[in-house]
Nanobody, 115 residues
């Protein structure tokens, strides 16, 4: 059974920071491309950032320079550090694992940016 469990979301003021974490189990973590997506109600899910098995990263333009995705293959975890948060960053954030045409998803963690 594959599990992806996100944590680290919450309420943060504009300009603040959060570190999201995704713990994976049931997969050979190190071969998977890991990604963070986000989704607001009634909107499509949007890729925020991903990191390949060899550590190459990619970011959506709206978070470039404010977000850092990283992975710890020894702990089967992927992280998303987000700084200078804006109200537009308010969304549910989801962890994805992808390899060989298979996708697995977590249940998400809510990030709310508000004063």
């Amino acid at each position: 059974q594959v599990y992806l469990v996100e944590s680290g979301g919450g309420l943060v003021q504009p300009g603040g920071s959060l570190r999201l974490s995704c713990a994976a189990s049931g997969i050979n973590f190190k071969i998977y491309t890991m990604a963070w997506y986000r989704q607001a109600p009634e909107k499509e899910r949007e890729l925020v950032a991903n990191i390949t098995s060899n550590g190459r990263t990619n970011y959506v333009d709206s978070v470039q320079g404010r977000a850092t995705i990283s992975r710890d293959n020894a702990r089967n975890r992927v992280y998303l550090q987000m700084n200078s948060l804006k109200p537009d960053d308010t969304d549910a954030y989801y962890c994805q694992a992808r390899a060989y045409g298979r996708d697995f998803w977590g249940r998400g963690t809510q990030v709310t940016v508000s004063s």
